[in-house]
């Protein structure tokens, strides 16, 4: 007798909190975006945003000291957290739902919420905003320093509070052991650091446990890569293709195979326009690769939709088979998508009676 048992199981394939969508060379998103929402919604120009692996989104809100939530990619808003954060720069949230916030303008530190609380706890003393946060997959905060001209860090389970600094002198200037008011940061899982170097119009990468950065993007890069001015955040997807930020020209740009190339707000001029941004801040992907945008110039969150992207089909299978005992077989078999791993496995028992 052969008993067949087939258990399906789809999901991310390691413990991010943020998405890290899979793109191929041609992708691309729509010109016009859709407003997802604006100074209705949250009062003053929205600089930060945040959206996790089940596509809840978070947005501070500078002017009224409040986190807004929209739950599953939601329209309508749904919660709200209130608290003494005045004029916040940055937010980082991590798998557990904790919500880092900087709270450096005025009170001079980050601050940790949970989601369902209404009681922070300081978490980094710092003399000057974030203008960057990121928690990495071994509990290290990091803070960019803009006016400081450097980022630190600090491991979230030891007592001390002591900052460790890893990139930047504290001097501005555009070595590579430098930096001229650092924005956004992101940090990969082989702990690599990336910096939107603002004003020395470059992409910094400090491999990890080195002081001295490449430039992978921008000016003074080794390759031909493309021209930044004023690029103010950075993130990368699951092949390690960079996404910036590129402030002062009103546009998001983008690495591939192929080089570099503009993905939105590729008008040539800054603009209210459902094609046009102006001066884009933070950037965010969904878990369908859509891209969030908070268009700071115009007091909106804007949604540039994927509109082709090919690498969605089956991009690879692996296949195991498994003798537990004479009677008992297990085989898996896994698939690789954009959106994580698809494992089919399949018990082939078979009984034998005398």
């Known amino acids: 007798m052969s008993i067949w048992l087939f258990i399906i199981i789809i999901g991310q394939v390691s413990a991010l909190s943020y998405n890290l969508p899979k793109f191929c ?42 986190i807004q939530i929209w739950f599953n990619n939601s329209i309508g808003r749904t919660q709200t957290i209130h608290g003494n954060f005045s004029a916040s720069f940055s937010i980082f949230v991590t798998t557990n739902g904790d919500i880092y916030v900087d709270n450096g303008a005025f009170n001079h530190r980050v601050d940790k919420w949970t989601l369902n609380g209404n009681i922070s706890v300081s978490v980094m003393y710092a003399s000057t905003p974030c203008f960057g946060l990121f928690v990495d997959t071994n ?36 070595t590579s052991s430098m930096l001229h008011n650092p924005c956004g940061i992101y940090v990969n899982t082989n702990f690599d650091l990336y910096v939107a170097d603002y004003f020395n119009n470059r992409i910094q990468l400090f491999q990890s446990g080195q002081l001295n950065g490449t430039t992978v993007a921008g000016a003074g890069s080794l390759n031909t890569t493309i021209t930044l001015n004023g690029p103010g955040a950075i993130i990368l997807d699951a092949d390690n293709y960079l996404f910036i930020v590129d402030y002062l020209n009103s546009r998001i740009v983008g690495s591939g195979p192929n080089g570099f190339r503009c993905l939105a707000g590729c008008s040539g001029s800054s603009g209210s326009a459902p094609n046009q941004l102006s001066n884009p801040a933070t950037l965010s992907f969904d878990s369908y690769g859509n891209m969030f945008v908070t268009d700071l110039g115009n007091s909106r969150i804007q949604k540039f939709i994927l509109s082709t ?20 077989t297990v085989t898996s078999t896994t698939t690789e998508n954009p959106k994580g791993l698809l494992e089919n496995i399949i018990f082939n028992i078979t009984d034998k009676y005398f």
């Open 25 to 66: 060379s041609n992708a691309s998103w729509d010109l016009n975006a859709i407003t997802f929402t604006n100074i209705s919604t949250v009062t003053g120009a929205p600089l930060a945003i945040f959206i996790n692996t089940n596509d809840t989104i978070y947005v501070v809100d500078r002017a009224n000291n409040k």
């Open 309 to 328: 992207n090919p690498c969605d089909e089956i991009t690879s299978t692996v296949t195991s088979t498994t003798t537990v005992n004479p009677t008992t």
């Open 139 to 174: 509990d290290t905060l990091y803070c960019s320093m803009y006016l400081l001209n450097q980022v630190v860090k600090r491991w979230l389970n030891d007592n001390s509070s002591t900052l460790t600094t890893i990139a930047g002198t504290g001097t501005a200037g555009n």
